[in-house]
């Protein structure tokens, strides 16, 4: 019980440890949040591409001296409006049209780093340094993830009727367009809150492993938040704890745990699991659980 007790009192005797568990927790519960939608509308990839275009706007905040996080919105945002310029105005599909897109946009900040005399680390901007948070990237990640969990959580149901079925929310007289937008502008905003902790590239996973996870596990959408979030925020305390100990890299040690709990769910989920007792029982689809608007 005694080991037990220190596995957590060791590292949380540590400043920087209990920096890490906050920033972690922060982290997990906005990634899994906006991860649900990600899931239902399909937009893995948009996650993927955003987070790969915040390279050069990184090396451009720098050079002008502001705030990175400034630069990672700017760029994300920009990645996401040429994605949907081209998809409208050319015959490629969206798909490819990201895969291009966003690894060149991540190809051309990488040739701008290179040449760039800076003190920033690129493995810290990639992978994140967790353990180096300062109290200044503290409060920086608590308000941008703290206004982004707020945005997502006010305008929740509408967000979900997009997500669900974009045609009736259209019918029925919500701002799609501004719905699709403000999407864009929360998922660059979460990356821009994750990124010191797990930088450009493990935030792909915290943006859709937990709503992968918790889609396998239930088929209401109010217990899919409440799974996602608790799956995440798990596993980035876990991940943060088990990386001390083992003096090992946090962002993939919280990745590897999410990608366990992903096989977990894929295999023995009750109703969707791949080795559930009842083979060949019919699937279920996702309802959205709303009041009539």
């Known amino acids: 019980m005694r080991a037990l007790i220190d596995v957590f009192a060791v590292p949380l005797s540590y400043g920087f440890m209990q920096r ?16 649900c939608y990600l899931v239902l509308k399909g937009w893995s990839l948009m996650g993927d591409a955003v987070s ?6 990184i090396v451009l905040a720098y050079l002008l001296g502001l705030p990175l996080a400034v630069g990672a919105f700017a760029a994300g945002l920009g ?3 040429l994605t949907g310029y081209l998809k409208a105005n050319s015959r490629v599909k969206e798909d490819t049209v990201m895969g ?13 780093f290179t040449k760039v005399d800076t003190d920033q680390h690129l493995n810290h901007i990639l992978f994140g340094d967790m353990l180096g948070v300062s109290v ?12 982004t969990l707020a945005i997502v959580l006010a305008k929740r149901r509408d967000l979900l009727l997009y997500c ?24 660059a905003l979460t990356i821009v809150a994750a990124l010191k902790a797990v930088g450009i590239i493990l935030v792909v996973a915290m943006l859709v492993a937990p709503g ?51 096989v977990a769910a894929l295999l023995l989920a009750p109703k969707h699991g791949l080795l559930r007792s009842k083979a060949g029982a019919p699937r279920s689809d996702l309802r959205p659980s709303m009041d009539a608007r």
């Open 79 to 81: 990645c996401a409006g």
């Open 136 to 147: 200044r990237d503290l409060i920086e990640t608590a308000i941008v993830a703290g206004g």
């Open 52 to 57: 790969h275009a915040v390279l050069p706007g």
């Open 100 to 112: 291009i897109v966003f690894s060149g946009m991540f190809a051309l900040g990488l040739v701008m």
């Open 20 to 35: 890490a568990l906050v920033v972690a927790i922060l982290v997990g519960a906005v990634c899994a949040v906006l991860s």
């Open 212 to 262: 992968a996870i918790a889609y396998l596990l239930t088929n209401r959408f109010e217990r899919m938040l409440v799974i996602a979030a608790t799956v995440a925020i798990s596993s980035c305390i876990a991940g943060t704890i088990i990386s001390f100990h083992i003096d090992g890299a946090t962002g993939p040690c919280i990745v590897l745990i999410q990608a366990a709990v992903f």
């Open 164 to 187: 669900f079925d974009p045609q009736h929310a259209r019918a029925i007289g919500l701002p799609v367009t501004w719905l699709h937008y403000g999407l864009l502008v929360l998922l």
